[in-house]
């Protein structure tokens, strides 16, 4: 694992299930070369996590809380950490 690889791990709220939030995360994390997973949760909240390069991880961060982002994002909970390695894509899983 390269020393400017890092993991993001986040939880976003608002209105961002039935609205293609997954599906658009998963492209710009596809476009921006990261590996992870985005899912669903039972409580409305979308939650992801992202590995790759610093300036990658920064710019979906940043999407994140961006216009750009589907639906209405009210919140963006997360924590950046040393990447695992475990990821072969980016995929959505539920």
């Known amino acids: 694992m390269a020393a ?3 993991r993001l791990t ?3 709220t608002g209105v961002v299930q039935g ?16 590996k992870g997973t985005v899912r669903n949760t039972t409580d409305g909240a979308v939650e992801l996590i992202a590995e790759g390069q610093v300036a990658e991880v920064e710019n ?6 961006s216009k750009h982002a589907p639906g ?4 963006v909970d997360f924590r950046i950490a040393e990447a695992t390695g475990e990821f072969d894509d980016f995929r959505i899983v539920g």
């Open 4 to 6: 400017d690889q890092v």
């Open 10 to 12: 986040a939880r976003v």
């Open 19 to 34: 609205v293609g939030f997954r599906y658009g995360t998963a492209r710009k994390a596809r476009e921006l070369a990261l």
């Open 60 to 65: 979906l961060a940043g999407w994140l809380h």
């Open 72 to 75: 209405r994002v009210e919140d």
